[in-house]
């Protein structure tokens, strides 16, 4: 099966090369959806100054050539110069039919990285938080599309479990017993420990001196501390998995990528950047300047290697992993799913790494911004008392209202129960994935959870819908293999071309990191099947026309179901 984008682009720069000559077989076709057409190339608007002619005059010539092309029904000129592209019903049926056949729907493996994706990465011994949610469910995302094309992904999760706060948390277990530290912990009850702990420490100065001897012994290695240690960071990850395994995560403890790991590689990190000269020292600490940088004073801006008292900042941690994950691991792309406050943070750590030579032209790092949830006043989404909200009480909002607004359809409470936690939490998933990560976006949950518009619900719907009519007609839509589709309406025309792009949707979130390309496109699927449902009887339909149009239904739903996987989110059976 052929992407219509890739295949009119190879057309158009065939076309440009028979006109303009071989020196523009790689000119970019610059292929755009129309509105008057399937598509449109505006490549003679962008290489009229260049050729040195007009550009209807490019546009012409290469208009009639398209038209000569099996795949193409029509091209004409409009405008100054754009070229309107309409395919062939055939071709497209053609294609169509192709894909239904091809388990991967001709979705291409492009060459195979190693790939390194940092996300989720909550803190020890505090609560995952709703801005958790879109660390977590975005870079599980990117995993799976990675996954889905061949990349080889390593999972980071980049659990904060070391620093000068495990002094006074670790004094607290002991205060309150280990067994009673690791019923509240494994509960969920963490904000609680913590705040305990917190609270004593700026009270009672003996504790606050306990605490800070504690952190000494931790980081000299005691063993009864690091036992200690382990104990309450075990404890928190049994919470974790509890949130991951509810949302669908794939992450496991295999997958943790601790700050603890990269503690033996501080000292060396330091020393090959001083060696290199990319680190010096600047008033006691060790400072890396990266060029580009600069204070509001103008002055430069430093990246904190070593601080004057000996100790090491999250910074190093950060260019430790960067070394690690470079080297030892043999990444040739590592994605940061990480809050956009760290941007310039993660500017200035990729800017070192260039330096130190750990970053070059065949190794890339990028930053995979992360916006705010935000309420409806367009700030920082909190409780009412202003704190903070558990991820695990949103995932549970979610659950309950989901159930009641699907608790008309269904007598068994156990199946309503079961079903209420596949809508509620895909909806909680699709409103993350839907916008770009980099944009924030209003908890809504009445919009979340609406069954029409660009939401979770609207999705699954369409799929279940699907499956309701291969029930009615007792057939398997697993088992509906092959065509031929036939294009006799604009409603099967649309939908048949609409289900072509789904490598290319799931290519570009690949290349880019972005999830909510592949929503866009899995909604608009599902609004041309609507259409398609509305305008085409099914069941009732006769012969080949009846087949064609059961064929397209199972490749819609086929198409919805490993796309809507693809975002972390399943299907129930029926809505």
Not at 294 to 309: E, N, V
Not at 367 to 393: M, P
Request: proline content about 5%.
């Amino acid at each position: 099966m052929k992407d219509p984008e890739a295949t009119l682009g190879e057309l158009v720069r065939d076309a440009l090369t028979s006109e303009l000559g071989s020196e523009y077989a790689q000119a970019d076709p610059l292929i755009r959806p129309s509105d008057f057409a399937d598509y449109q190339s505006n490549a003679a608007m962008g290489l009229s100054k260049r050729v040195g002619r007009p550009p209807r005059d490019i546009a012409g010539p290469v208009a009639d050539r398209l038209s000569e092309a099996a795949a193409v029904a029509s091209a004409e000129v409009s405008g100054p110069g754009f070229i309107n592209i309409t395919l062939s019903d055939d071709w497209i049926a053609g294609q169509a039919s192709t894909q239904l056949e091809d388990p991967r729907f001709g979705v291409p493996l492009p060459r195979t990285q190693r790939i390194v994706v940092d996300y989720s990465a909550p803190n020890v011994a505090r609560e995952m938080h709703v801005g958790h949610l879109r660390t977590t469910v975005v870079g599980d995302a990117v995993v799976r599309v990675l996954e889905y094309l061949g990349h080889d992904v390593v999972r980071a999760n980049h659990i904060g479990d070391w620093g000068t706060q495990f002094g006074m948390l670790l004094e607290h277990l002991l205060d309150v017993g280990e067994d009673s530290a690791n019923e509240q912990l494994a509960a969920g009850e963490i904000n609680a420990f913590y705040q305990a702990a917190n609270a004593k420490f700026k009270a009672d100065p003996s504790f606050a001196e306990r605490s800070r001897l504690r952190v000494v012994a931790l980081q000299a290695g005691d063993r009864e501390t690091l036992r200690l240690w382990t104990t309450l960071i075990s404890d928190t990850e049994k919470y974790y998995n509890s949130i991951y395994a509810r949302l669908g995560v794939t992450l496991t403890d295999a997958d943790l990528a601790p700050e603890s790991f990269y503690n033996p590689m501080l000292a060396g990190v330091c020393d090959e950047l001083e060696a290199k000269g990319v680190a010096v020292i600047s008033d006691g600490a060790l400072c890396a300047f990266p060029p580009g940088f600069a204070g509001r004073d103008g002055a430069p801006l430093p990246l904190i290697l070593r601080k004057s008292d000996g100790g090491y900042g999250y910074a190093t941690t950060d260019m430790a992993a960067i070394r690690y994950r470079t080297r030892d691991l043999r990444a040739n792309r590592i994605i940061y799913v990480v809050g956009a406050e760290q941007a310039q943070h993660f500017e200035m750590v990729f800017a070192v790494a260039r330096q130190a030579g750990w970053l070059t032209g065949e190794v890339s790092a990028e930053h995979a911004t992360i916006g705010l949830v935000t309420g409806a006043d367009r700030k920082r989404f909190r409780s009412r008392s202003g704190s903070s909200v558990k991820l695990a009480d949103l995932i549970s909002e979610a659950v309950e209202r989901a159930e009641e607004v699907i608790k008309d359809r269904y007598d068994d409470p156990e199946q309503r129960r079961q079903i209420a936690e596949e809508v509620g939490i895909g909806a909680l998933k699709y409103a993350d994935l839907s916008v770009a990560r980099d944009s924030g976006y209003v908890l809504d949950f009445d919009r979340m959870l609406a069954l029409t518009g660009n939401t979770g619900p609207y999705l699954q719907y369409a799929a279940a819908r699907i499956r309701s009519i291969f029930a009615r007609a007792e057939l398997d839509p697993a088992q509906v293999s092959s065509g031929p589709i036939l294009l006799g309406t604009a409603a099967e025309r649309a939908l048949a071309l609409q289900l072509l792009g789904f490598g290319r949707a799931v290519t570009d979130v690949a290349l880019t990191a972005e999830p909510h390309k592949l929503s866009v496109y899995l909604f608009e699927t599902a609004s041309a099947f609507t259409t398609f449902y509305e305008q085409c009887p099914v069941l009732n339909a006769p012969g080949e026309t009846r087949q064609s149009r059961l064929a397209l239904a199972a490749l819609t739903l086929r198409v919805l179901v490993t796309g809507l996987g693809l975002l972390g989110i399943s299907v129930p059976p029926r809505m």
